[in-house]
């Protein structure tokens, strides 16, 4: 049968790549085999186990009163042993790069400590509340711009080197197979803090975050539904009034297929609340009938929108035509629904909860029968929603900075912080809005002074082997050699033959450099 015979005759034609055979399947099969899967709805929905699990913040873990101060709900999920290995690795870090190349700047680099990173953090935070078009402004003596705070907290120059050396794991042990090993131990911390001092609410919700980000990493994102389009994304498990109770960071194509899959991801990310009666709420990207056959195996509702591109979905629902408030909705043998509704748009849903049900519901002082469905998922969606929204006020992420620091700060100072302070409001019962939080907590920890720092540079050990020309003791005929980039432009450009007869010889060379190469002063002055 030609392609155009199978047109004409409405049917579907699928190359199979495994076999290389084209297998036809005609329109009426395809309606018949989906008219024996799906039926009209009877309200005949799965019998999972009711949600009876405790829900709300764990008081046994979390030892605390109700008169619980800021930074304490803050350093619940970021402890003070964090702020210690970020010094460590920061100072680990500046001394690894002295010893690679020494410079005036590096060499004023002085040994920092937990209380100065949590300054450093502190000031970053309160950046983020008073912003200005650039850093070095906040350091400005000009009156349209000078702030007093900052320079009571370090120098411009201290702020800086701290900036560009600031780390969190050990660059030099790094794991080739882990995208995120920058970052790593953070993250680690993170994640277990989270989900030990709160137990989820019944209703639950995954979505994607972006961080901004448009440098070169092989796992930057385009969302094209978000403000900014370019970025990291995060996969975050949010409940209540936007705890973020897991997140995932997407790393893009690994040998690791959770990382990808949408429905590993969703079953990666509520490994923890299985069998526990949680009703989950999704997207059309997360959402299909596969993924909600699993939830059904681990006692979890799935309800989210469907994109109508999905293969094994009723054709009664996706084809019909609907008028504004129609209705159209079938169910399988498992009691999963498939739902459009059209409001100004066609609305596509599944549902493992519900059936076709509708409600009255009151919108502009106007009463409007909505499906149930809708109004569920319009009110167990917003948790992400809410979450993005509040880490949106006063953001401290700036422009210019490496990937691994623009999650760090995101997770330091977003993230947690809005933990921190849905914990706060929780516990002390005290309605304060979220800059207000940020505010008491960017002065808390620019306010964390200890003994004086050490004024000695752990850089005057280096100073001694700044790069110096030196000439090599004994007799000059038999010190003399090649000068190493003389040699080397040479036989880039002439061969190595060549590079031997027209390379001068000399008896100079650098004591600092890795492999103490022998150097003319033009090249010398070139590389120093």
Request: charged share 25%.
């Amino acid at each position: 049968m030609s392609v155009e015979e199978c047109e004409s005759d409405s049917s579907e034609i699928i190359f199979s790549k495994k076999w290389r055979k084209v297998i036809v399947f005609s329109s009426s099969e395809k309606e018949e085999e989906n008219a024996e899967e799906w039926h009209d709805p009877r309200g005949d929905q799965p019998k999972l186990m009711p949600f009876i699990s405790p829900s709300g913040f764990i008081i046994e873990n979390l030892n605390i009163k109700s008169d619980v101060a800021i930074e304490t709900c803050y350093e619940l999920f970021v402890p003070d042993k964090s702020f210690e290995e970020i010094a460590e690795q920061t100072n680990l870090y500046a001394l690894q790069q002295l010893e690679d190349r020494y410079s005036q700047r590096l060499g004023k680099w002085i040994v920092t400590n937990k209380n100065e990173i949590k300054r450093f953090f502190g000031l970053i935070l309160w950046m983020g509340l008073v912003r200005l078009p650039s850093l070095h402004l906040y350091w400005s003596h000009d009156p349209a711009y000078m702030q007093t705070f900052p320079k009571r907290i370090m120098s411009r120059n201290r702020f800086e080197l701290l900036l560009r050396m600031i780390h969190f794991a050990n660059n030099r042990k790094s794991n080739g197979s882990n995208r995120l090993y920058k970052i790593q131990p953070l993250i680690d911390t993170l994640e277990i803090n989270f989900k030990k001092y709160y137990n989820p609410t019944e209703d639950i919700c995954i979505n994607e975050s972006l961080i901004p980000f448009h440098g070169c990493i092989i796992f930057r994102q385009y969302l094209k539904q978000k403000r900014h389009k370019y970025g990291i994304k995060i996969f975050k498990l949010s409940c209540g009034l936007g705890y973020t109770y897991a997140f995932h960071v997407y790393i893009g194509k690994t040998l690791k297929k959770e990382n990808t899959i949408p429905t590993k991801i969703v079953m990666s990310l509520c490994r923890d609340l299985f069998d526990k009666g949680h009703t989950l709420y999704t997207n059309n990207w997360y959402t299909s009938i596969e993924l909600a056959d699993k939830l059904i195996d681990k006692n979890i509702h799935l309800v989210g929108t469907l994109h109508s591109s999905q293969w094994n979905l009723p054709q009664q629902v996706i084809s019909k035509k609907l008028k504004q408030g129609e209705i159209i909705a079938k169910e399988n043998e498992k009691g999963i629904t498939i739902l459009k509704w059209k409001d100004k748009r066609d609305i596509l849903l599944l549902s493992t909860k519900h059936s076709s049900e509708m409600m009255n519901v009151e919108s502009r002082s106007k009463h409007k029968l909505k499906p149930q469905v809708v109004v569920d998922y319009n009110r167990g969606k917003a948790a992400v929603d809410l979450s993005d929204q509040m880490n949106a006020y006063n953001n401290p992420l700036r422009r210019s900075m490496k990937w691994y620091k623009k999650l760090a700060f995101e997770l330091l100072l977003n993230t947690a912080i809005l933990n921190g302070y849905i914990l706060y409001k929780n516990i002390t019962k005290k309605n304060i809005s979220i800059n207000e939080f940020r505010t008491k907590l960017a002065v808390y920890l620019t306010n964390c002074w200890d003994e004086d720092i050490p004024s000695n540079s752990i850089a005057t050990t280096f100073k001694k082997r700044q790069h110096k020309l030196e000439k090599k003791p004994g007799k000059v005929s038999k010190m003399r050699k090649y000068c190493k980039l003389c040699y080397e432009e040479s036989a880039a450009l002439f061969g190595r033959e060549m590079a031997r007869k027209s390379t001068k010889q000399v008896t100079t060379f650098c004591n600092t450099c890795k492999g103490q190469p022998f150097l003319c002063l033009p090249c010398f002055n070139k590389i120093h």
